[in-house]
């Protein structure tokens, strides 16, 4: 069967949960999703108004998906990408490559004008965005803090 790639609904993202905990156990992310997690975070994301979300489908499953939110700055309309992942069985099939692909012409015909995301810095997945054409930013970094409840936060 051909792998077919198209818009996905908010019941698609819910069923592509499995696909987060699948494709995020191994390296370089290692990291252990339970379904309910996975479910409840593809739940934030397609109920977030202008979400846009892809899936590559074969014979009604679904393989991989990807998921832009509406990101206004100084610059125009950006997509921001929040998840993109595909069945570890179905890696490295160029499945991957035109998810971002379709993403960005439905996100260009929706008149948004830039797409950017997160991820490591290198190793196959910086690989596999700078194929696809993204740039790494030289002078950000992330930050974050571990949030913990104490007196001085209740003031
Ligand atoms: C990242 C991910 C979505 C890529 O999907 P994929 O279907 O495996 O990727 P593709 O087969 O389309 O590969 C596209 C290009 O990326 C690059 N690439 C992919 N895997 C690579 C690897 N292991 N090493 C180097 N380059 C790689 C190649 O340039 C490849 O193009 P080519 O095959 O024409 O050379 C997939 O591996 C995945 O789901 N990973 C786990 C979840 C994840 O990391 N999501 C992104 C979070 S930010």
């Known amino acids: 069967m051909p792998v077919i790639f198209q818009r996905i609904n908010e019941d698609h993202a819910l069923r592509a949960a499995a696909i ?35 899936g590559a489908l074969e014979n009604g499953a679904l393989l991989g998906f990807a998921i832009g939110l509406p990101h206004t700055s100084a610059a125009g309309r950006g997509l921001y990408i929040p998840e993109i992942a595909v069945l570890p069985s179905h890696q490295g099939r160029g499945i991957g490559k035109q998810l971002l692909r379709f993403l960005e ?13 997160l991820s490591q810095s290198e190793g196959a997945t910086a690989e596999y965005y700078k194929a696809s054409g993204y740039n790494q930013a030289t002078k950000l970094r992330i930050y974050s803090k571990p949030l913990k409840w104490s007196p001085e936060s209740a003031r």
């Open 105 to 117: 012409a439905e996100a260009l015909s929706s008149g948004f004008s830039s797409a950017w995301l």
């Open 20 to 54: 987060i905990v699948k494709a995020y156990i191994g390296p370089p992310w290692n990291e252990a999703w339970t379904l309910e997690r996975a479910t409840a975070r593809m739940g934030e994301l397609s109920t977030t108004p202008g979400w846009l979300g892809v």
